[in-house]
């Protein structure tokens, strides 16, 4: 299947968001952590003021002030989280006049909703930000955490910014598979050196896969933290991942535990992914070729609908022009299967359960 994830980073980050190495990533993303700070305050303690500039009300910018007096300037995205928590329309509020959009946070804040406590990300870089809005225990994990992790296990080794369909290209802002900015950071990183050669691979030509790992993460509460890996044929010029197969996926929501499972969970799963070597990969997958499956219908219908099982040994006849035999057919049935499928989320769900056959040799 095609993975589009860093294709769309690629498409939508502007120059300043956009790295050629991991040095550079990680000392930007520190740099902003060493601007931030967290607080945690009464939502009765926020109050939201029009900004007024030489005297004149500037109808179109709002500041949240806190109990110091210091006005923050709420970016696009924490000014959607504090109209969420005062249960009104982000799109609406943002076309009002400043002085009314104020009026109608203040009312939620002081009035509509109960006294809680809130959750801030401040940044004090020339201008005073407020870039979050969150609960209270939001499990919050810097940016500079997971790109300085990353630096650690990949920096120096055959893991780099992948090149253009398999041949290494002089990395540039235009090309490149790290970024980062006020909401989010995504991390593309690939080991073209040591592919994986194998025979049979399909139609029963030989073939060679690369690995790959994304690394994601949000300190404002954009997106979830998270890793996967996988293996790929190559990555096309506007950075699409093409012949992905084999998607193994870790998840970590930021609740108040989130700090804790990136030390525990994703950190040394990158650690292991690094130190995996291209010929434990390989026998992995020898390992499932030997696997037979001696039940196919009763195999397949155990994990999917019949509907989905059938359309995989279609799928399947049709690349190899051969009945399905072992563990390795079985989740590359999955794999063709998935191709035809319209939906990107739907397709990864179908290739985590390809990943999950394949544990089974384990």
Request: some cysteine.
């Amino acid at each position: 299947m095609e993975l589009m994830q860093a294709s769309h980073q690629w498409a939508t980050r502007p120059a300043d968001e956009r790295f050629v190495s991991l040095k550079d990533l990680h000392e930007a993303t520190l740099a902003m952590r060493n601007h931030s700070r967290s607080a945690v305050v009464s939502n009765r303690q926020i109050e939201v003021q029009p900004v007024e500039i030489n005297g004149k009300v500037d109808y179109k910018a709002i500041q949240v002030m806190g109990p110091s007096g210091q006005p923050y300037y709420p970016t696009h995205h924490a000014f959607g989280q504090l109209a969420k928590l005062v249960s009104a329309p982000a799109g609406y509020l943002r076309g009002l006049p400043s002085p009314i959009a104020a009026d109608c946070l203040n009312v939620g804040l002081k009035f509509n909703r109960e006294i809680e406590y809130t959750g801030l990300l401040l940044r004090k870089n020339g201008e005073s930000t407020l870039a979050a809005v969150t609960g209270p225990n939001y499990g919050r994990v810097w940016n500079s955490d997971v790109a300085g992790a990353a630096r650690a296990k990949f920096e120096g080794t055959s893991f780099s910014i992948p090149g253009e369909f398999g041949k290494q290209v002089e990395i540039t802002k235009a090309n490149t598979t790290l970024y980062a900015g006020d909401r989010d950071m995504f991390i593309f990183l690939a080991d073209e050196e040591n592919r994986i050669e194998l025979p049979n691979r399909r139609g029963g030509l030989t073939g060679s896969l690369a690995r790959g790992i994304f690394l994601w993460n949000s300190e404002v509460g954009d997106r979830t933290l998270g890793m996967a890996s996988f293996l790929f044929d190559y990555v096309c010029c506007n950075r699409i991942v093409w012949g992905a197969t084999q998607f193994e996926q870790i998840t970590v929501r930021h609740t108040a535990s989130a700090p804790d499972r990136f030390l525990e969970e994703v950190t040394p799963a990158i650690e292991a992914y690094r130190k995996a070597s291209a010929s434990g990969v390989r026998q992995a997958i020898e390992d499932a070729r030997a696997a037979r499956v001696d039940n196919l219908d009763a195999f397949l219908n155990q994990r999917f609908s019949k509907r989905q099982a059938q359309g995989m040994v279609a799928a399947f006849q049709s690349d190899e022009d051969r009945p399905i035999e072992t563990l390795w057919d079985c989740a590359t049935a999955v794999t063709a299967y998935a191709r035809g499928i319209e939906y990107q989320d739907q397709r990864v769900l179908l290739e985590r359960e390809a990943g999950k056959i394949l544990d089974l040799v384990k």
